[in-house]
């Protein structure tokens, strides 16, 4: 078997100088992308993510701790959202662990009358390089999206961004369109896989509570900050060529009371500015194998 | 048992709400930590690595940092808490009793509520015998104080799923380490059922100042954001709003203005309050059940 395919392999250099402008439509100048992650922590496994390692921080297992701070997010911080996108208007995407819809159907119902895009996010956290049956895995968690939703998720972002060589290729076979994990361009790209071609969307892992929050343990009102230095350049920018600006969330942190309203001031911040567009990772998607005119649309 | 078989998922969205009584939105559980560091064993958290960065026993520096909270910084919070007439919780190794018999004492006297925090701040995975551990920390706090503590919280909120089976056994009542809901949760043991009242570990000054390195005004502004969306909140349902100190970090010099402010700022709106683990459980029992009946 040929070994997999390395990343500039799958996508040549491109230098976006050299580029002819994207366009989006009308007036819009600049997409702001929101991603809702919504996660299931098995108490059997390391919890995802520590606030308070245990005293002389040694890891130790059960992490019961850990668990009721990530479930405080699902029980509580995950209204916090609803509420404000539905006062909003907009309708996110979902990065939520397939198994959300068997351990918190109450949670992705409401997500998925609300409208939510569902963007597949492995069944459950934990790297991808730790799957036994990577293909299995991905397969599986489509499908449990699809039957929930009675639609088949767009969209793939891996747990904590994760992927090896051959993910791509897997990923493009269980007939996801676009990714998020490659956070190289301000714009979509089109890479290679073995299964045709493949849409990667402009991520962040800067504009993303659990960097800015967990693991660089700034101040509450940082996110604002940093998300208003980066729209403010994006949006000089989004004059010549259309930008994306994105944000990534997840209820255990910006639900928590403490930062909700900074979330919020987000929103009232970006659109205080003409010519932007809430789009989730679909609407981008669809926009822009119109504009790109890539194979991965067909 | 997995902590799944103990609670059942709830959303807080479509749950009924509870009842405060009259006048009273939101409740403030101000916690007060007080620990053992053993000179025989790693320091509990370090404020200062040696150099060269590798760890050393005795870790001289950080059990003397520690020592600042009960020699010194206690007595500070002490002032500060009778000056706002703030009945802490306050929850303590019970090997506390032994080595710092008037800081508890003072506890004591100035009508505090002692919550029991295992024998030393060691976590419970570590214990040989969890069990004996618990009944031991327990038995030394009533005998101390000629009262059963009613509260528990695990040494770094650690617990195993044991745990709570051994604390129902031994009679505890509530515990403070379940950090997952914004009002009191009944949890199943094998004995009897135990209360998980909102704790929270984010307000918490080992977690901001200790591990995330905060500027000391960040305990004002954080626990300030904090307060202000649950108060909104309150209008509709009750909330509650735990704040934990420990000496040797909120009882230094300059932190302690920040505590003080904070304290005051949020205890000056309307209809809030600061109750004890103890009340805010007695509170519940009578109204949790009433709803749960309804």
Request: charged share 25%; aromatic share 10%.
């Amino acid at each position: 078997m040929a070994s997999p395919m390395i990343p500039r392999e799958r996508s040549d250099y491109s230098a976006i100088v050299d580029r002819p402008p994207l366009k989006l439509p009308g007036n819009a100048r600049i997409v702001f992308w929101t991603i809702v992650n919504y996660e299931v922590w098995d108490i059997g496994k390391p919890m995802a993510r520590q606030l308070l390692p245990a005293p002389t921080g040694v890891p130790l297992m059960p992490d019961v701790v850990h668990w009721g701070f990530h479930e405080y997010g699902m029980r509580v911080g995950c209204w916090r959202f609803f509420e404000l996108y539905k006062k909003l208007g907009i309708k996110p995407t979902l990065a939520a662990n397939a198994r959300i819809c068997e351990d918190y159907p109450r949670v992705a119902k409401e997500a998925r009358d609300a409208g939510w895009e569902f963007m597949g996010h492995a069944y459950e956290q934990g790297p991808i390089h730790k799957e036994t049956d990577q293909a299995g895995m991905i397969n599986r968690t489509m499908d449990i999206m699809e039957k929930f939703c009675g639609k088949r998720p767009v969209g793939w972002l891996g747990p904590g961004l994760t992927q090896t060589l051959e993910t791509p290729d897997l990923l493009a076979a269980a007939g996801v369109k676009y990714i998020g994990d490659w956070v190289y361009d301000d714009e979509p790209t089109v890479i290679k896989t073995t299964r045709g071609p493949l849409v990667t969307l402009p991520y962040t892992i800067e504009c993303n509570d659990i960097p800015v929050m967990i693991i660089q343990h700034h101040n509450s009102d940082y996110l604002l900050k940093l998300v208003m230095d980066q729209f403010d350049r994006l949006y000089a920018e989004s004059a010549k060529r259309a930008k994306f600006c994105t944000l990534a969330i997840h209820p255990y942190i910006s639900g928590q009371p403490h930062r909700i309203k900074y979330l919020e001031q987000i929103y009232d911040y970006v659109n205080r500015h003409e010519g932007v567009l809430h789009w989730n990772g679909e609407q981008i998607f669809d926009w822009y194998r119109g504009v790109a005119k890539t194979e991965a649309a067909a | 048992m997995h902590p799944r078989e103990r609670l059942p998922y709830s959303p807080i969205e479509g749950r009924a709400p509870l009842r405060l009584p009259k006048g009273v939105r939101l409740v403030v559980w101000p916690v007060l930590a007080l620990e053992e560091w053993d000179m025989g064993r790693p320091m509990a958290r370090m404020v200062i690595s040696p150099p060269q960065g590798q760890p050393m026993l005795p870790d001289h520096p950080n059990w003397s940092w520690h020592e600042y909270g009960m020699r010194v910084g206690f007595w500070r919070l002490r002032k500060v808490m009778q000056k706002l007439n703030i009945n802490p919780t306050v929850t303590l190794n019970a090997r506390v009793c032994e080595t710092y018999p008037s800081v508890v004492k003072a506890c004591i006297d100035s009508g505090w509520e002692l919550n029991a925090h295992s024998y030393d701040q060691v976590p419970m995975h570590k214990l040989d015998d969890e069990r004996a551990v618990i009944d031991k920390s327990m038995d030394i706090i009533e005998k101390f104080s000629g009262k059963r503590p009613r509260g528990w919280f695990g040494p770094g909120l650690t617990q195993t799923f044991d745990t709570l089976d051994y604390l129902s056994e031994a009679g505890v009542e509530y515990i403070g380490d379940w950090v997952l809901d914004d009002e009191p949760v009944t949890i199943e043991t094998r004995h009897k059922p135990i209360v998980a009242l909102p704790y929270n570990f984010e307000i918490h000054d080992i977690v901001m100042m200790a591990l995330q390195n905060h500027p000391s005004d960040e305990w004002h502004g954080r626990a300030l954001d904090h307060f202000d969306v649950l108060y909104a909140e309150s209008a509709e349902r009750p909330k509650f709003m735990a704040i934990a100190c420990h000496p040797y970090l909120s009882g230094v010099p300059h932190r302690i203005g920040h505590v003080e402010r904070t304290f005051a700022e949020i205890l000056s709106h309307d209809g809030v309050v600061a109750w004890d683990g103890s009340k805010i459980l007695d509170w519940y029992l009578t109204e949790g059940r009433m709803r749960d009946a309804a």
